[in-house]
């Protein structure tokens, strides 16, 4: 009881302090590297005004730190309300709601977490009949593969206009999440309480994008070049960037080298990975990967500005030659597959 109670009166910070100490220096120099300088330092000086830490101490954070694990563990498959059904079988009613307020501060359940329980036929017969700016606002918060699937089940006409939307989403108000919550909780499920949480914007439609097959995907670019060219452009720059060269087949990397600049190529493999690299001078000849290799190594220090906008060329050569059927981009959804 004394420990439990000792336990309780410590920070979070200190409690921090003490487990890692009771982990010891090889464990704990791991855990540490997930942390930024500034959490290292503060966690660094707790660490340094502790004495010692007792066996009783010990047991009663590895306790707590293995019922926080659990309990996330629990809301990550299934919400709040699932874990809470399973933790009260596991430690009764009194100590999950220790457990679960123990954590509530650094919990963050995003708006319409309760979906990940629903069907996706289900979700997608229902919203349907919604305003896009509400299937806009759902969709921002579901997980990309999820909202893929309900974005490519609405007519064309809606599909390019939900993006934009979602595109266009900042921050939504605590107030409009919980009234759209409320309409959704009587056609489905009951809620647990939700926290605002930034969501939307080009990243969010572009992952959503990114995932729905590739008729969907044009009907969308298209609408939106005529409606709005400049998010239209933001939104291509980001479906597909220079590192995913890796996930181009063979022969469409060779037909793309044909048509960048060797300048350009030189330029863009200084900032790019072992992997990358290895896949371009993988489909060059051996004279040419020397040649190639030796440009880079004669360059020399280059600005990151100009790495990019290599890379960004090269790019757009790829998404030049894919609109023109030449080379093939995997992408999310049917309809991409390579029948030999």
Known sequence: MAST?????????????????????????KMLQFLDEEQVEHLTLEIANVRSVSPERTEQLNREFFEMCLANQYIGQGGISYAKEILEKAYG???????LSRISASLQVRPFDFMKKTEASQLMNF??????????????????ERASLVLSSLNPERQADVAKRIALMDTTSPDVIREVEKVLERKLSSL???????????????????????????????????????????????????????????????????????????????????????????NMSTRASEMLREDIEFMGPVRLRDVEDAQQRIVNVIRRLEELGEIVVARGGGGDEIIV
């Open 192 to 282: 647990a309480p939700q926290e605002l949480a930034n969501a939307g914007g080009v990243k969010s439609v572009v992952e959503i994008i990114n995932r729905v097959d590739r008729g969907t995907e044009k009907v969308i670019m298209e609408t939106l070049e005529m409606q709005d060219p400049q998010l239209a452009e933001e939104i291509k720059k980001l479906m597909f960037v220079f590192e995913d060269v890796v996930m181009i087949d063979d022969r469409s990397v060779q037909r793309v080298l044909r048509e960048v600049e060797t300048q350009d190529l030189a330029m863009a493999l200084k900032g790019a990975s072992a992997e990358l690299s290895a896949k371009i001078y993988g």
């Open 127 to 144: 919203i349907q009949a919604e305003h896009p700016q509400t299937i806009a606002l759902v969709l921002a918060y579901l997980e990309p």
């Open 5 to 29: 109670t000792l336990a309780k009166t410590l920070t979070g910070k200190q409690k921090a302090a003490n487990f890692l100490i009771a982990l010891g220096p090889e464990k704990s120099s």
């Open 93 to 99: 009613v009194e100590k999950t709601a220790e457990i």
